[in-house]
């Protein structure tokens, strides 16, 4: 299963964006997916992930901001992200935990204060 992120861009300090990570293959068989995020000068951290029962385990800085969801029949999974803040800028990343996947290639999310 390839993985492919989108939505990523420019945003104002409290605004929105959707992010989209698309699979090429069937979504259903990966039990756990999760996004991450890469901020400058930071490790890869794990912001939420969420089973095919649609268990979701937030990352605390990002709790009621951020909203994970999936689609099994599309082979999407996404995060709505609001109330944007400086710190939320990075690369977006999601990945198939269970079972694993290779990474996609990332989605930019810049936030401007």
């Known amino acids: 299963v390839q993985l492919v992120e989108s939505g990523g861009g420019l945003v104002q300090a409290g605004g929105s964006l959707r992010l989209s990570c698309t699979a090429s293959?069937?979504?259903?068989?990966?039990?756990?997916m999760a996004w991450y995020r890469q901020s400058p000068g930071k490790q890869r951290e794990l912001i939420a992930p969420i089973t095919n029962g649609d268990l979701i385990d937030y990352e605390d800085s990002v709790k009621s901001r951020f909203t994970i969801s999936r689609n099994d029949v599309k082979n999407v999974i996404y995060v709505q992200m609001s109330s944007l803040k400086h710190e939320d800028k990075g690369v977006y990343y999601c990945?198939?935990?269970?079972?694993?996947?290779?990474w996609g290639p990332g989605t930019q999310v810049t936030v401007a204060s």
């Open positions: 293959g069937t979504m259903r068989e990966i039990n756990t």
């Open positions: 990945k198939g935990l269970v079972p694993c996947t290779t």
